[in-house]
Structure formats: C-alpha cells, structure tokens
C-alpha cells in the first residue's frame, strides 16, 4: 500500500516536471521546442559561423547548433519547473524559505550562534597562516587568495556602507564611489606630501569622507528616486573627472605610486607578511563595520531611516526630521566608503582614477541588491559571491562576464528580495495583563 | 475661559486657479472632540494638510496654544515635522503605515521627537540610550494595548487586518504625545460594530490624555453621538458650526448635503 502511494508521488512528482506551467505534456513539449528553435536562431551568428580571417574561409560549426538546440529543449523544462516551484512556495508559506528558516534557527539558538561564530572566527584567523596540523603542512590561503579576500572584505565594508544609504534610508546612491575615490586620495597624497602613516590616515579618511557626504548631501537630497540617483551618478563622475585632471594636484591619470603599505611599530615586513597584515586588518575593519551597523539598525536612527525607506510623508507627520535623517544616513555611509577608500590604497600602493569609475559603484550598489536590501548577512553574502566569483571564473577566460552576469539574473528571478532578506527585530517589553482584559 | 488650543483663522489655500478652502474658520477648545464634516470634495483632507504643515496655506492664519493659557504660535508654514513636535499628531485617510515594520515598530517611530538618543548613543549603546530604547518599547507596547492590538506587537503592519490598522495608526499618534490628535476618517471601511468600539476607544481617549481630538468623519451617526461641536464645510467654505441637534436642523447643511428642493 505504502509502495503504491510512493509510486504514484514519485509519478505527479514526474508528471509535474514535465508539464510545471502548462497544460499539458504535448504543450510543454511544444513550448521548449519552440525555445529551442528561437536560441538556434539567436546564437546562429556567435555559435555556428565562424569566419577565419587569416585563411579567409568561413567555417560552419552545425556541431553547436544540435547542442545548443538540446540544451535548451531540456533545459527549459528544469527552468519551468524552478519557476513554478517558486510559485508555490510563495503561496503555500510567507516567503520563509527552509534557508531562512534554518538562518533563524541559527540566530535564535545561542549555544548554536555561539559556536558557528567561533568556527568562523578561527576559519578567518588561521586560513593565511602556514601551520602544521598532525603532521602534515596545511595552508588554506596562498599569497594570492589572500590577496583575492582582502579585496572581498574590502567591499564587503563598501557594501555594509552603501547598506546604510540604500538599503536602510532607501536613498539610491549611484556614486558611491566618490567617497571611496577621496579616502583612497586622502591618504595617497598625504603620505606622499607629509609622510602620513596609515593608522593616521583611517580616521582622516572617515573624516573626510563624512565632510563630503554632508556637504554633498545638503544640495541633492532634496531630490527622491530617479532624480537623486541622477545627481550622485553625475556626482561620481565630477570626482573622477577632479582626479583625472587636476594633475598639479592629484597627478593626473597616472596616479600616485609608492604608497607606504601598514606599518606596524615600524617593523619591517615582506610583501606576503605584509599582505596578510592587510587581510588581518580588514577582518578587524570588517568586525568594526558589523558591529556599528548592526546597532544602527536597531536603534531610534535606523528605525526612523527603515520609516523614511517606506513613506516619507508619514515619516514627517511622525516628527522626523526628513533632512536630518537623510543626511546623516548619507554622512555615515561615506564614512565607511572613505575608510575602504585608505585601505584600498594602502593595499595596492598605487591608485589612479581608473579604479574609481562607474563601474565599481554599480558593483557596489549589486552587492546590496543581490545579497538583500537593509541585511547584513545578505551584504556579507552578495559581496562573496560577486567579487570572489569572478576572481575563480578566470579559467573561463571570456565567459567569465557572461557567467557572471547569468548569475545576477538567476538570483533577480528566483531571489528577488537578495539572498538573504532582512528580518524585523523582536523587542522585549513586559506584558501588563490588567491593560489587555480592559480590551477584550 | 481658557484659550482655544487650535485657532484657524481665515485659512485659504489655492491650487493654481482653483480655490480649495475659501476663509476657513475654526476653533478647537481644550478637551473637545471636534467633527468636520462636508460632502465629497469638500476641501475637508485639505484643510487637515494646511494645519499639519504638509501644505502652506496661501492666506491666513493657524495659530496653536498647546497648554491653552494664551500664548499662542503661528504655524502656518512650518514643516510637518515641527508641527508634529510642536504636538498636533494626525492620522490619514489612506492608510500611511510602515508596512515593513512591525506594529510595536511603528509606534516607537512615533516617540522619534520625544526621545533624543544619537549616532553615538546608538554606537556605543550607554546606559542612557539603553534606558531610553527600553522606555519607548515599554510605552509603545502600553499604547498598542490601549488601542487593542496587544497581540499584533510583532506582526507586520501590512500584515494586521484593515479595521485594526487604523487603530494602530492612532496608537502612532499618540506616541508623539499630542495635545490635539487629527483624526482623518478614522471609521472608513469599518462595519458598524468596529465603528462602536472605535467610538468607544476615542472618547476614552480624549478622558485618559487630556487631550483635544478633531475628526474628519462620513458616519453620521457616530459624529451626531461623540462630538462636542461640528463643523460643515462645502466648496472650501464653513458653512455652518455648532452642537450635533444646531447641525442637525440646519437648512444650509440640508441643502450642502441633498441639494435645494425647487419646489419651494
């Protein structure tokens, strides 16, 4: 009996990959032969022709046609079905999926939190380190995986910034990049100019990154939405183009080397000593960054940010100060940028203003998008995976972008609310009886 | 005789060539529950935005007396932040809460301009910002207990029932410690039964926070029963004031609200 009612699960399970958003079998057949039919048709030019310029002779690869034509006949049956599972979690629970719930399992549990935190703190602690354990010599980052993760932590800092401006006080923010540029600069020129040491120069690039931010934020943030990420996309671009030109200055676009890296009470270190300095520094960095985020968010600051993020006419009817708030969410999160902007240089000994385009603010503004907006899991999490994804794709060579941003659309389709959403705290109050039976 | 807490005097407000209020005119005495009342279009929800800051009144004036001993303060023009502090709290037609943010949430940002807790406090968390946040959770909880969502604490906003959302956008009000509280339509989609018990809540209110209540409101029946005074506006205008029984039997808010008979 039980064997019967597991055949027949397993065949509506079957039953239901096959035919997951159609009628029946012979229309789903239908649709991924069309699919097929319509990816042959597209990728015709890039995948069958080839022209060879040296023999000048045009091959004619058909081999890719029947692959690409199988893969997408079976393959669209797999993205049906995923779209339509997705469907039906959204209905049958509140958008809490098992990740999640495992997460708040986690986070609920302290013995559990407690020791995953552990296991991480020493996982992060040991891995640059060579060591040797029963014997055998162990080493989890090389020179260059090291060097890979303290670019990873350093938008890992970038992102948890950006998480202030966009992801708590909805404030769309697409040149971040700016207060990047000026701490990164801040701490070129002044080593250069005064010999500044870099323990300096991490306060005076917070420093100067929150002058900006203020300064910046009284004109523009008058402005809402589209308009606002206009002005601070335009913004971005004024202090590259500063950097670019003001040669006497900045030293134009070839940019400033020989920047002193982290000193340590002047000891003298090797560039692989000296690197995994760097990766212990932005761990420190990067627990500082979590550490005041989180208590941000949960504070009377970040709740009137989280109230502005959702209607800012409400918001005002409440008593908040509508500029005070914006303004202080925009200074806090250059803040941040400007001390990632010292690190930066301090880490690459060299800047020049093609570091600090466009580009690397759309990535930033990615990493809060996808890892979820307002959650610092998620942040940690988008940042991973976005900067460290395609550092491993190199072996792909030219796919690496189009792997990439393959991913960025899967996650956008199945996961639009990032990775890891936010979660609503739960405050304690202690409950009066007699004031609830009056109600009942 | 105590000051009025909220004197409007000769209120216009323009929209381009069109005349939305038109020299309103009205009075809110300590401890009143004042109704608005007025045909669709009125110009009701505009006058409520001229005296709460969110628009600027083209001429006239809305003066406050908070403690109503007779110093009173000029509004017009101030944002509706300063108002709010200045303690006119209010609530919306259409619902305006934090829809991702739990109920007990939404009312803390209602204490947002009584407490004073800063970037460093929430940093650091010392002691006076942990005494604090724990204040405003405590009377936050105590407000939405009051209003009767003290099992909705930590549910959504956009998670609550219609009825009880209203209830939670006045708990809301309240946090801001008002001395008149706004109330814009507060029975809107609500079957009679919630009316009652919402009628109820008002009136205990008004006794428990000594405070002064004014209210937009469509259900007769409930302005007839709660209200002090009322007030009739049509096409921008005031066109009547007094007691439920005055409004009751006056011809020009007959005719504002059925139309002029041609027969007579």
Redesign the interface.
């Known amino acids: 009996m039980s064997n019967l009612t597991q055949d027949t699960s397993q065949q509506s399970a079957m039953s239901f990959f096959l035919t997951a958003g159609c009628d029946s079998l012979p229309h789903a057949l239908k649709k991924s032969f069309l699919a097929a039919i319509w990816f042959v048709f597209l990728t015709f030019p890039i995948m069958v022709i080839r022209v060879d310029t040296i023999d000048k002779t045009v091959v004619w690869r058909w081999e890719n046609m029947a692959y690409i034509a199988l893969s997408i006949f079976f393959g669209s049956f797999v993205w049906r079905w995923l779209l339509a599972r997705k469907e039906l979690e959204k209905d049958e629970t509140k958008g809490e999926t098992k990740i999640e719930a495992l997460l708040t399992v986690i986070q609920t549990t302290p013995t559990i939190k407690f020791s995953l935190l552990c296991l991480i703190a020493v996982i992060a602690v040991v891995a640059p380190l060579k060591f040797t354990f029963l014997g055998s010599k162990l080493q989890f980052f090389d020179l260059y995986q090291t060097n890979i993760m303290v670019s990873c932590l350093v938008y890992v800092v970038l992102g948890l910034g950006l998480n202030i401006v966009v992801g708590l006080a909805g404030l769309l923010d697409l040149g971040y990049v700016a207060f990047y540029a000026v701490g990164a600069y801040a701490y070129a020129l002044s080593n250069m100019h005064w010999g500044l040491g870099f323990w300096f120069a991490l306060p005076l690039g917070a420093v100067l990154g929150t002058l900006l931010g203020v300064l910046l934020g009284f004109p523009v943030l008058r402005l809402r939405g589209d308009y606002l990420a206009i002005v601070t996309l335009g913004f971005g671009e004024i202090i590259r183009l500063v950097l670019e030109n003001w040669g006497e200055v900045t030293m134009g676009p070839s940019g400033i080397s020989k920047i002193a890296r982290p000193g340590f009470f002047g000891m003298k270190m090797s560039i692989i000593d000296s690197t995994i300095y760097m990766y212990y520094i932005m761990i420190g960095l990067v627990i500082f960054t979590i550490f005041c985020v989180n208590r941000l968010q949960n504070s009377r600051i970040g709740r009137a940010w989280l109230a502005l993020r959702e209607d800012e006419i409400a918001c005002q009817a409440m008593g908040i100060d509508k500029m005070k708030t914006k303004l202080m969410a925009f200074a806090l999160g250059a803040t941040w940028a400007g001390m990632a902007g010292v690190v930066f240089a301090a880490k690459t000994t060299f800047i020049n203003p093609a570091s600090f385009t466009f580009w690397e603010s759309a990535i930033i503004l990615s990493i809060v998008v996808i890892g979820g907006m307002g959650s610092i899991r998620g942040v940690i999490v988008g940042a991973i995976i976005l900067i460290l994804v395609p550092e491993y794709l190199r072996d792909f060579a030219e796919f690496r972008m189009l792997l990439f941003g393959a991913i960025m659309v899967l996650v956008m389709v199945f996961r639009p609310q990032g990775l890891i959403s936010a979660k609503r705290k739960i405050y304690k109050y202690k409950a009066s009886n007699t004031a609830s039976a009056g109600n009942e | 005789m105590n000051n009025p807490v909220l004197n409007v005097k000769a209120v216009s407000k323009d929209f381009g060539g069109i005349r939305a209020l038109d020299e309103a005119e009205l009075v809110v005495n300590d401890k009143e529950i004042v109704a608005l009342i007025g045909p669709n279009g009125a110009g009701k929800t505009t006058f409520f935005n001229c005296i ?1 800051g ?1 628009y600027t009144p083209t001429s006239g004036d809305v003066l406050i007396d908070p403690t109503a001993h007779g110093n009173s303060i000029r509004i017009n023009g101030r ?3 300063v108002v ?2 200045l303690g006119m ?2 609530t ?1 037609q259409n619902i ?7 109920a ?2 939404n009312v ?3 204490t ?4 004073k ?3 460093w ?3 650091s ?1 010392n002691k006076a ?1 942990r005494d ?2 724990q204040a ?3 009377r ?3 407000l939405l ?2 209003v ?1 969502l ?1 099992k909705f ?2 549910e ?1 906003a956009s998670n609550i029932p219609y009825g009880k959302q209203r209830r939670l956008e006045i708990a ?2 309240l946090a ?1 410690d008002p001395f008149l509280l706004l109330l814009d339509e507060p029975a809107a989609g609500m079957n009679p039964q919630e009316t009652l018990e919402l009628e109820s809540l008002i009136c205990q209110i008004r006794d428990q926070f000594d405070i002064s209540i004014m209210l937009i409101e469509h259900d007769m029946k409930m302005v007839m029963s709660m209200s002090d005074r009322i007030y009739v506006l049509d096409y921008g205008r005031m066109i009547a004031t007094g007691t439920p029984q005055e409004i009751a039997d006056n011809p020009a808010v007959i005719k504002a609200y059925l139309g002029e008979d041609d027969d007579d």
């Open positions: 709460t969110i944002k509706p932040n709010t502090e709290a209010r919306f305006r809460l934090f829809p991702s943010m739990t007990l949430e803390m940002i209602g947002h301009c009584r407490t807790s800063s970037v406090g929430a940093i968390r910002t604090e946040e405003v959770i405590q936050s909880y105590e207990e009051l009767g003290g604490v930590n959504l809301r009000a801001t």
